[in-house]
């Protein structure tokens, strides 16, 4: 089964005037079953905020996940770089039980003026002392580290990379950007069928873990060095990917996890669009 809901606070929220308290409910309203909270500027957020926001949350059967901050950069050769990274991590996930959340969505890495070979080894190798870190202090107990498929060629993030990621703990599942991946791939998924090969590769790498993902939608206007901007699904603009077609790959996969909707500004309207479309007879 797939939960559907949106990351952060939307437009329509802003003109309701609908706080992060009073978004379970309007989530509720709209069928909706999942929300993605964004630390993505900073953890500006204090535990016990963030246990009353979480509450709201449960009493609505609403489950959460969180986006790690932006500076995140496993890729990085300077180890004072790696632990301030490792910090943002750990305080992430500090936030995120305090909230009742379970996911920790991350961006692993950019390259900066390294190879993508070497930038990769990097990330792979700080991923698993970060794991062997978190594992000592019991710290991944019950929850999932989700290292994203990223937009741009500048950063660490191809669908074959964070397979590899996930191969290095059971508490690893990836977050799948299909927004992504098809701007990285410069609009290679168009299809029910290229979503399935990109779903067959965790499934044939990970086993069973491997039908359980976190995924982020949203339609991106890219370039020649990959994504550019989020759009909405009623943006008359000709860039993919298509819901319609992922929905159908999901199905036919019958894979497991959260879709969070990315649009710009119109996230609530476009998960339950998606929402809808899954559930339709
Ligand atoms: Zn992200």
Redesign the pocket.
């Known amino acids: 089964m797939i939960e559907f809901g949106p990351a952060g606070r939307c437009e329509l929220m802003d003109e309701q005037g609908i706080d992060i308290m009073k978004v379970p409910a309007f989530l509720n309203k709209l069928g909706l079953k999942t929300f993605e909270y964004p630390l993505?500027h900073g953890i500006n957020l204090h535990r016990d905020k963030a246990r009353e926001i979480g509450e709201e949350f449960k009493k609505y059967g609403i489950s959460l996940s969180v986006?790690a901050p932006?500076f995140i950069n496993l890729a990085t050769p300077e180890d004072e770089k790696a632990e301030k990274s490792f910090g943002y991590i750990i305080s992430s996930i500090g936030i995120m039980r305090a909230m009742g959340a379970d996911r920790l969505?991350?961006?692993p890495g950019s390259l900066t003026k390294q190879s993508r070979d070497v930038a990769f080894a990097n990330t792979k190798n700080r991923m698993r002392e970060l794991v062997d870190l978190l594992n000592s202090q019991g710290l991944l107990e019950g929850i999932y580290l989700c290292p994203?498929t990223?937009g741009k060629h500048g950063q660490i993030g191809t669908v074959s990379e964070v397979v590899e990621l996930c191969t290095l703990d059971e508490h690893i599942i990836p977050?799948l950007?299909f927004g992504h991946i098809n701007a990285f791939t410069l609009g290679s998924i168009k299809t029910s069928a290229d979503y399935e090969n990109i779903l067959n590769q965790f499934k044939n790498r990970l086993g069973e873990r491997g039908n359980l993902i976190h995924a982020?939608f949203s339609r991106i206007r890219f370039g020649e060095k990959g994504e550019i901007c989020h759009l909405n699904f009623d943006t008359e603009e000709d860039f993919g990917p298509d819901y319609v077609e992922l929905i159908k790959a999901l199905k036919k996969c019958g894979t497991d996890g959260r879709i969070i909707c990315?649009s710009h500004g119109h996230q609530t309207e476009d998960s339950k669009t998606m929402s809808d479309e899954y559930f339709k007879q």
């Open positions: 993505t986006h932006y969505v991350f961006h994203e990223m977050t950007d982020h990315e």
